[in-house]
């Protein structure tokens, strides 16, 4: 039996599919029952169609219906969660509890809620008036749907069709193509089942909320570069990812990747003298969640040699192999760990611990920490800044704190970086020294805190200067801000008063809504 | 004689130059007295290194000291007024009177201001807070230069050295190594004169305001993709804009590109049964104004076939017969409208007036219309929409009420799109048919007023959707909006208090800063 997709509101099998595929449950090795359909450019034109209608419908609906939506949405995910949480565990081997019931799923249904809160607020959008001269301008839809590429990791809070990227694209007004991620297509199927009802019963078009499960890599191309797209989201590995990013850029499209990053933690020696076995458990914790398969996981450690360092590499070590090596999401992470293991090995990098496959059932690789002198990172540190998706971490040891700072200085754009120093202030002139290069390389700063665990925040950037991700000015989590890339800003210059959006209007439209009027953010009407 | 280029605060010699460039008199079509230097990467490499000091100086400059440069050039740039309006007026024959004196002069130095205001103020930033989980960011500097490309038609406003790009780059804590346009060097070395002391006053580095004169495109395409670079600002032809984001896109740096635009005007049958000759007025001077040489230049203009249309046609044309050609920029602008006519001719457009080169002294060309059936537009859309710079514009006639539409629906990314219609709501049926495409594919809608003309405003959005920029949540005109180009997102996740930037801490650090607080737009200190 192979899976219908979704496409114009309509369960239908694919046309002309190239094949299909089916999926692993990563904790046995086998294949799941039922078999999901290869889509060609038969569907995708389907899809691209039935979208540029959904555009002119959405505009017309606006945003309190776009907000009911979201709503009954996150209402009838809420209500599947048994059968979502199970399906997620069989396609992904990530635990039932905590993560899956009680961490990822309430953030899918709390990040539905909030970006429903954000599209009938419509102060995201930004309105801005300008009354002396009566120019009036805020964001607004793109004008094409937004096609969307979730990951293999997060089945439920970055699913093509209920997470992050889907929420905020419909908060903003667009209507959206999932592509669902290959690694979980049953989930995406469960989460997609409550689309057309609650669009329905919304009033929208059911071409708001479409699905494909698979297309080959070219027809990718083609669809992110297609004329009546208005924007890609793309969450998933560098390789694919600046491939996708070229042609939607030659084709002057937007497109938002987050590709990959090392996440640097740099623990300082004077909270190393105060605090090493803490340190040393909240970096295995941190290493360890999710079998390392998290985009901010702790990839590369920098401390300087000491004892003292030396000391809590070993008691990192020991908890290490003491720990029981995860199941991975499926046989190409476990590839992959193998081979980031052999090019550690063969580029000088000592193996502390792991670095082999462990023994089943289920994909696992035993977690692996390698180890590195500071200059030896520096004889190449963009060679030793590539993510290795899984438990497996480099640590650096510099032989001062002058080659600290110069580790620092010679990091490439990161989603997060953290520093770890002594909280009387005894690090403090080596954080001053080494804190400028990772500001400015990463989107997300921490002090004292492992960097998994993205809060879905409006202060919060999931974001970063390339590579980690395409753009250093956008968040991909936390509400308003995620939903302003994908939208466009759209200027009204002497428009008459009865044709401007309500929004832009004199009369504030919710009577709470944020404008910024001739300077000053307000909720007042004109 | 050879004119230096300034460089890490010091006018000097270029370094190896690949040859020196002398500018033309439009008016005389002779040659200035005065060389300017071809640039090889030599001096690049300078400028770029000294930029990346200059980085650092400005983050711990701050805010203030920038601030007060800003103001401390706009005053400098203001005591050379006629200086400059001399060698503007002698560079580029726009008339003294009252372009360059009255109108584009006092912008420029106004920008400086808004700019140095919205840095001051800081609310540009966006600062959010959320203090249930101690999540703070804001927008910072790039941590690069800003590389700015300026156009030939706006020697003040957009100067590469002054303009609106530089004054948003620095705003944001940039350091800025301008590019001059080719066409006007001797008004960005006077302009850049004032930078040196300006800076000094300020306590800021030399290197914040760096110049180039020329350099070869490969030069160009080397310089926005390098590793340092932290965005690029162009305006000017596709052609060229293309390249520089194709390169810059690919090296995963960020360009604002704004290229060309066809600026549609839709003159709807009731308007013209109203106001006829008003609007043909209005049309004439929007076209001949600059000599046509401007970025919202009606080019394509829009209306129902009737004898009303065809009456408003022919008084066009004889306010373009009775009219002076106007001096272009120079000879390229002068080959461009050349080819620009006979490819409109060659495609079976009719000419109404103009069409070919006019007396001298200097470079005109007639005043020029071409008029095209719907149905001759409909056949090759994408053709006749691409901009030919100057005072040449294609009138559009379409059969009826569904052609029109049909031809909204036709057009590519824009700048502005403009809409005339009856006072008294005769059109508003046929208002509301054509307002989505003509809204979803321009920056900037317009009612009842021409395009050209761009206010320096919050509320502006100078930008718009692909090919007119590269990217359409992005404006080049309007503070504090623009200066977001220039800035990267920085999340501080549980950062100790005292290593906050002064923008997130607790205190409002002017008193006035608007920052996003728990949801809430406030003033107010925590």
């Keep these: 039996m192979i899976h219908e997709i979704l496409i114009d509101g309509e369960w239908r099998q694919a046309s002309h599919p190239a094949g299909s595929f089916s999926t692993i449950d990563p904790g046995t090795g086998k294949h799941l029952p039922g078999a999901y359909p290869i889509s060609t450019w038969t569907d995708i034109k389907d899809a691209l169609e039935a979208a540029a209608q959904a555009v002119d419908e959405l505009a017309r ?17 809420d209500g599947r969660r048994e059968e979502l949480v199970a399906m997620a565990h069989l396609e992904t081997a990530l635990p039932v509890e905590p993560r899956l019931r009680s961490v990822e799923f309430p953030r899918l249904v709390d990040q539905l809620r909030q970006a429903a809160q954000a599209c009938r607020d419509r102060s995201w959008c930004r309105a801005t008036i300008d009354t002396k001269l009566d120019i009036r301008s805020k964001y607004a839809p793109l004008g094409g749907p937004i096609i969307i590429f979730s990951p293999n990791n997060f089945p439920f809070a970055f699913n093509a069709v209920a997470g992050g990227d889907f929420a905020a694209a419909l908060a903003a007004g667009n209507p959206v193509i999932a592509k669902a991620n290959p690694g979980h297509p049953g989930t995406t ?17 059911g071409a708001a909320v479409q699905v ?199 990091l490439e754009g990161q989603l997060t970086a953290t520093i770890y120093s002594h909280s009387g202030g005894h690090d403090d002139a080596v954080h001053d020294a080494i804190e400028p290069f990772l500001r400015r390389k990463s989107g997300r700063l921490l ?78 009407s004109l």
């Design 61 to 77: 609906a606006g945003p309190d219906r776009i907000a009911a939506f979201l709503e009954a949405f996150a209402e009838k995910v």
């Design 189 to 205: 199927r469960i989460l997609a089942g409550a689309a057309p009802e609650s669009l329905k019963a919304s009033g929208l078009p």
């Design 212 to 410: 494909l499960y698979h297309f080959a890599a070219e027809e990718g191309l083609r669809l992110v570069s297609h004329p009546s797209v208005g924007a890609t989201a793309f969450t998933g590995s560098r390789a694919a990812g600046m491939k996708l990013k070229e042609a939607a850029d030659r084709a002057g499209k937007p497109i938002y990747v987050e590709m990959s990053s090392a996440n640097p933690v740099f623990i300082l020696p004077g909270a190393i003298e105060e605090r090493a076995a803490d340190i040393a458990g909240e970096l295995f914790n941190s290493c360890l969640l999710g079998s390392g398969q998290m985009c901010t996981r702790p990839g590369l450690v920098v401390l300087v040699d000491s004892p003292g360092s030396r000391a809590l590499i070993g008691q990192v070590k020991d908890l290490y192999v003491s720990s029981e090596p995860g199941i991975l999401l499926g046989p190409q992470v476990l590839e992959g760990l193998k081979e980031a293991s052999a090019r550690l090995a063969r580029s000088g990098a000592e193996l502390v611990t792991g670095g082999r496959e462990a023994g089943g059932p289920g994909f696992r690789f035993q977690p692996t920490l390698f180890l590195l002198s500071g200059a030896g990172f520096l004889r190449n540190p963009r060679y030793f800044q590539v993510e290795s998706f899984g438990t497996l971490s480099l640590i650096v040891l510099a032989r001062d704190i002058g080659e600290l700072k110069e580790i620092a200085s010679s």
């Design 447 to 524: 002090n004292d805190r492992m960097p998994t665990g993205v809060a879905v925040s409006p202060a919060m950037n999931h974001g970063g200067p390339y590579p980690a991700t395409g753009h250093p000015g956008f968040t991909a989590v936390g509400f308003p801000a995620s939903i302003l890339r994908f939208a466009a800003l759209q200027c009204y210059d002497h428009v008459r008063p009865g044709r401007l959006p309500v929004e832009l209007r004199d009369e504030n439209p919710t009577g709470k809504m944020w404008r910024l009027i001739d300077g000053d953010w307000t909720q007042k």
